[in-house]
């Protein structure tokens, strides 16, 4: 059997770092599940977290036999994450957020793959709110659709390789990790995009698979959700980083994932907004003309759908009323 780290970067999240180590830790008492737990490690790593989290988690420890590291300042979950990479000596390692969690029997579709040896193995998700866990999101649609397009023989892996830009559900492969030196961005926002694009372009090999391992949560209010200047900063910033990479290697295809953020800083106001501006045009998101006028291009037309669809379902209304 192989051996399996999984890292977690945590900042005063308890509730979900509990149910996160409740669905890792507690499967069942089958040998299978024993034997696999025997040759996993995890990592937690904190980010600074206020005194009450810290003991909380020291608790934790006392159930489960993670590994606990402390950072003795703000450094970010990307900083987190590196801490962990340096530190794991498995075969293949896994990443979670504090506030996701590992589906029932996770451990069987993690060792059905056991001896497919790919530097890099992502898994469909799934997705649920995280205050009601009855309830589905949509979070995970992007990629399962991706993941269904490649099987079907709809897309090839380059869209795996350089569109999937979270860590999570996959499974890599750490010596091809630590070969390359693949780390995450010590970022306010956005650490683990430039480390999915390199991850996925010094793969070797890839694949997918329709099996299901990990949860995502939406919940509003999270750094995916929250806008500040100093974030969409971040997310700028390594978005013309994520262009420019992906221009370097010929991959033409990738999400915007820079011009996005800088239009949200919108609703910042005038002058957070007219700042925002100036730092993107100083780290360059301007130069490129094409891409500037392709994405005006595809907002104009995005708003003219939506116009066109909004107007549609009024008329509809209208003509429904009158029936």
């Not at 977290?49 to 590291?69: G, P, V």
């Not at 000596?89 to 504090?98: A, G, I, T």
């Not at 530097?119 to 309830?135: G, R």
């Not at 649609?141 to 559900?169: A, H, Q």
Request: net charge positive; proline share 1%; hydrophobic share 35%.
């Amino acid at each position: 059997m192989k051996t399996y780290s999984i890292i977690i970067p945590h900042k005063n999240d308890i509730k979900g770092l509990k149910r996160l180590l409740k669905s890792i830790y507690e499967q069942d008492n089958s040998f299978e599940f024993y034997n696999f737990i025997k040759n996993l490690s995890v990592f937690v790593v904190d980010d600074y977290s206020d005194t009450k989290s810290i003991d909380a988690i020291k608790e934790l420890n006392k159930r489960y036999a993670f590994t606990f590291f402390q950072n003795n300042r703000n450094r970010s979950a990307g900083a987190c994450r590196n801490i962990g990479l340096s530190n794991i000596k498995s075969d293949y390692v896994l990443f979670s957020d504090s506030d996701d969690f590992f589906v029932k029997d996770y451990y069987k579709f993690l060792l059905k793959y056991d001896n497919y040896d790919y530097d890099l193995l992502l898994f469909s998700p799934i997705s649920v709110l995280d205050d009601d866990l009855n309830k589905s999101s949509d979070r995970h649609l992007f990629y399962t659709k991706m993941i269904d397009d490649y099987l079907n023989g709809k897309v090839d892996e380059t869209k795996l390789r350089y569109m999937w830009l979270g860590p999570w559900s996959k499974r890599y492969k750490v010596k091809y990790l630590k070969e390359n030196n693949i780390t995450f961005d010590e970022t306010i926002a956005s650490n683990d995009v430039m480390f999915s694009v390199q991850a996925g372009y010094r793969a070797k090999n890839i694949s997918a698979t329709h099996d299901v391992f990990y949860c995502l949560t939406r919940r509003y209010g999270s750094l995916i959700y929250t806008y500040s200047l100093e974030v969409l900063k971040a997310r700028v910033s390594v978005g013309i980083r994520y262009k420019n990479y992906c221009d370097s290697i010929g991959f033409y295809n990738y999400k915007d994932h820079c011009i996005n953020h800088l239009m949200r800083g919108i609703i910042l106001g005038f002058k957070p907004f007219m700042k925002l501006l100036y730092f993107a045009k100083r780290k360059g998101v301007f130069k490129d003309k094409k891409y500037v006028l392709k994405f005006i291009f595809k907002a104009i037309a995005g708003n003219i759908v939506v116009f066109f669809i909004n107007n549609t379902r009024n008329l509809l209304k209208i003509e429904k009323t009158n029936k």
